[in-house]
């Protein structure tokens, strides 16, 4: 079975810092490509970040820009997503996605995506 599940959520300060992990299963993580959405309360998902497959380029919104930093451990059949920075504007529950893509991820929206994880919560509050 094909499972994504993301983990590392959690309540922290202003200015603080979380990773995010996606790990998968079922499946093996090197030929998909894996973005990060977020969805607040009452708001549209939208796309954060994302690298690609075919050649590990990036794409990041630009409300995180400099602060967010995507990767992936193909060994580790993981993906993660370092949050430096945090402001109490990217408190949202975050969701880890991938899918086949034939060439950057940034040409892509949300319904690329084949399998996504549950979503864990990120709470930036004092």
């Known amino acids: 079975q094909v499972h994504v599940v993301e983990s590392g959520g959690g309540l922290v300060q202003p200015g603080g810092s979380l990773r995010l992990s996606c790990a998968a299963s079922g499946f093996t993580l090197d030929t998909y490509a894996i973005g990060w959405f977020l969805q607040a309360p009452g708001k549209e998902r939208e796309g954060v970040s994302c690298i690609s497959s075919t050649d590990g380029s990036t794409y990041y919104a630009d409300s995180v820009k400099g602060r967010f930093t995507i990767s992936r451990d193909n060994t580790k059949n993981t993906a993660y997503l370092q949050m430096n920075s945090l402001k109490p504007e990217d408190t949202a529950n975050y969701y880890c996605?991938?899918?086949?893509?034939?060439?950057?991820?940034?040409?892509?929206?949300?319904?690329?995506?084949?399998?996504w994880g549950q979503g864990t919560q990120v709470t930036v509050s004092s």
């Open positions: 996605a991938v899918g086949r893509m034939a060439d950057s991820c940034s040409n892509y929206g949300l319904y690329e995506y084949d399998y």
